[in-house]
């Protein structure tokens, strides 16, 4: 029978779902996948930061705004690489770069074309969706310094998530088709930058049903703000696992 001071009773008082033992931060197998999910985290901020940038340049009047949604990521950036220093960690930037470079890809084609819809849905919808999932589950079992630093980014993210899906809420009547159109084309790439994140998360003790659980919230929350009905997030969500 657990007692006061035993683990059982300390288990009990975490308030999330997966009530589980947090992970050594100090083992080698923690961070030998935190180097890899570390960079993936730096390089996404760095590419958030680059992404708003760039639609800027394609929404003059929505600049300046965009400007600070830009630095907040830089910001972000700089929280995530103090996490990976603070536990001694090299984090794998080459890896990282090659894990974004289909997003990357088709973001820069689609801005190269002036498409805003795509633009906006790649970096607001989908990259945000997954950080905010990927963070609220990061939190519930990181190290304390990068708790604090993951809480306050989370809360950003909602901002950034918020942002695009106003605009695309704005302009839902013209960009509904193409919308749709580069949801099948980039929900997929978020499904397989999950799959292979999968296992060095879970060396972090991140459940990946967890993490599409939060995904899906984000993202069909979001699309059902812009006005899509239940049918059409439906049809949306399954290019995911069809
Ligand atoms: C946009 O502001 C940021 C984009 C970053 C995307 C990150 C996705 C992370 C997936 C890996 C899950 C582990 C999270 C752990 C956090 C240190
Ligand atoms: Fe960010
Ligand atoms: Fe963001």
Not at 26 to 55: C, F, L, P, Q, W
Not at 82 to 97: E, I, R, S
Request: hydrophobic share 45%; aromatic share 8%; charged share 25%.
């Amino acid at each position: 029978m657990p007692t006061l001071e035993s683990p059982e009773v300390a288990l009990l008082d975490r308030s999330d779902s997966a009530v589980e033992a947090l992970p050594d931060f100090t083992s080698e197998s923690y961070k030998d996948s935190y180097s890899r999910i570390n960079a993936i985290v730096i390089e996404g901020e760095k590419e958030a930061h680059d992404n708003y940038m760039a639609i800027g340049t394609l929404i003059p009047e929505e600049a300046d705004e965009l400007k600070k949604l830009a630095r907040m990521e830089m910001k972000h950036m700089k929280g995530f690489t103090a996490c990976g220093k603070n536990l001694a960690v090299t984090p794998d930037m080459p890896f990282a770069k090659e894990f974004f470079s289909p997003l990357h890809n088709n973001f820069q084609e689609a801005l190269a074309q002036g498409n805003l819809t795509t633009c906006f849905l790649i970096q607001a919808i989908l990259i945000e969706a997954f950080a905010i999932s990927a963070y609220n589950v990061y939190i519930r079992v990181a190290d304390p310094f990068a708790k604090k630093i993951t809480e306050g980014v989370v809360q950003d993210e909602y901002l950034h998530l918020n942002y695009g899906q106003e605009w695309l809420k704005a302009n839902l009547q013209s960009c509904k088709e193409e919308l749709i159109k580069a949801n099948k084309v980039n929900l997929p790439i978020i499904r397989s930058m999950l799959d292979q994140v999968a296992s060095d998360a879970a060396a972090l003790h991140m459940d990946k049903e967890e993490l599409m659980e939060e995904f899906m919230i984000a993202y069909q929350d979001s699309l059902n703000e812009m006005g899509l009905d239940n049918r059409e997030i439906a049809r949306m969500a399954l290019a995911a696992v069809v």
